[in-house]
């Protein structure tokens, strides 16, 4: 019913940059709150960054300053710009949906990951 396709991860150099896309297709009546969670190979998800429906922003404390998520309503997609990279940020980059059902019901959906990996 309802897909999220994650695109931008990458090898990139400590101290580089990368943007992370995810965008949802199918059936659904609107999108409120959007997500990225990061997880790193023997660790625990972890909450990176979400944003809500009039785009109110929360961040991780290891990354405000660094990364920025924004949404665009009319493409049902969100994005996250990692900027000043670091070792630690190597992980595996899901986007998550709170989408809205045509019965009002609200689900979860999660997109297939994407790998970003820092070389330092």
């Known amino acids: 019913q309802v897909q999220l396709l994650e695109s931008g991860g990458g090898l990139v150099q400590d101290g580089g940059s990368l943007r992370l896309s995810c965008a949802a297709s199918?059936?659904?009546?609107?999108?409120?709150?959007m997500a990225w969670y990061r997880q790193a190979p023997g660790k625990q998800r972890e909450l990176v960054a979400t944003?809500?429906?009039?785009?109110?922003?929360n961040y991780t404390d290891s990354v405000k300053g660094r990364f920025a998520i924004s949404r665009d309503n009319a493409k049902n997609a969100v994005y996250l710009q990692l900027n000043s990279l670091k070792s630690e940020d190597t992980a595996i980059y899901y986007c998550?949906?709170?989408?809205?059902?045509?019965?009002?019901?609200?689900?979860?959906?999660w997109g297939q990951g994407t790998q970003v990996t820092v070389s330092s």
């Open positions: 944003i809500s429906r009039d785009y109110t922003t």
């Open positions: 199918g059936s659904f009546k609107s999108i409120n709150n």
């Open positions: 998550q949906f709170a989408v809205v059902r045509y019965s009002f019901r609200e689900y979860s959906y």
